[in-house]
């Protein structure tokens, strides 16, 4: 059984550029959630979708945003790059139901660098 | 507002000296405990999740258990493929709407064995 895919595994961007990045969860999660990870940090929420609707939203700004598409696959985009936005982004899949069980498992990131 | 704490931050045992890991928590209305290892540059890797007070699960070397205000990863005769960063995270009350399917992470526990 296929893992939770992320790409690409590095992008290095200059200040003031937007980047976009790509999350394919297991088959037949309908949770997709986003975690930003810094050594100062740890790891912190961003969002979660579900059946392409955006369920939950952690406190990071505006230039933060995300979709979820039809198929489950989700996509990250960070406007107006500022060089703390340097981090590892995580992308975590679900089942998403309230019911039974709840484990989300991680792709092994996209490694961002702001120049 | 849920709060991980865990501890120590880092952790150094010889092969074989046994430990424990700890993650103390709050929140309101916990729904799951989620246990998860990572290497460096890679995503965290599911372990354990625990859903009620004096629940344990293990896996190999790992046991995992939940208190109503903490949990503890147990390290049995732990060898060097061992080491990683071991992270806690907590999932609160899922409501009638299926949301609130984020993780709130501790900032991790350094484990480093030694041969």
């Known amino acids: 059984k296929a893992g939770v895919t992320q790409t690409p595994r590095y992008l290095i961007k200059t200040r003031g550029q937007q980047v976009t990045l790509s999350c394919s969860p297991i088959?037949?999660?309908?949770?997709v959630s986003w975690y930003q990870q810094t050594p100062g940090q740890g790891l912190q929420f961003l969002f979660e979708?579900?059946?392409?609707?955006?369920?939950n939203k952690g406190n990071f700004p505006g230039r933060f945003s995300g979709r979820q598409f039809s198929n489950s696959r989700s996509e990250m985009n960070v406007s107006t790059l500022e060089l703390g936005d340097s981090a590892l982004y995580l992308c975590?899949?679900?089942?998403?139901?309230?019911?039974?069980?709840?484990?989300?498992?991680f792709g092994q990131g996209t490694r961002l660098t702001v120049v | 507002e849920d709060q991980v704490t865990q501890s120590p931050e880092a952790l150094r045992l010889q092969e074989g000296e046994s430990s424990s890991l700890n993650c103390s928590y709050t929140?309101?209305?916990?729904?799951?405990l989620f246990w998860y290892r990572q290497d460096p540059g890679k995503g965290p890797e599911f372990l354990f999740t625990?859903?009620?007070a004096g629940e344990e699960k293990e896996k190999e070397r790992l046991k995992a258990t939940l208190t109503k205000k903490e949990s503890f990863l147990h390290i049995t005769a732990p060898k060097p493929e061992d080491s990683a960063t071991y992270l806690c995270?907590?999932?609160?009350?899922?409501?009638?709407?299926?949301?609130?399917?984020?993780?709130?992470f501790g900032k991790g526990t350094l484990l480093t064995v030694n041969p």
């Open positions: 979708y579900f059946s392409e609707t955006q369920r």
């Open positions: 625990l859903y009620s």
């Open positions: 929140v309101s209305g916990l729904r799951g």
């Open positions: 995270a907590v999932q609160a009350e899922i409501n009638s709407g299926g949301s609130n399917y984020k993780l709130t």
């Open positions: 975590a899949s679900s089942l998403g139901q309230p019911w039974g069980n709840t484990e989300a498992f």
């Open positions: 088959s037949g999660h309908r949770s």
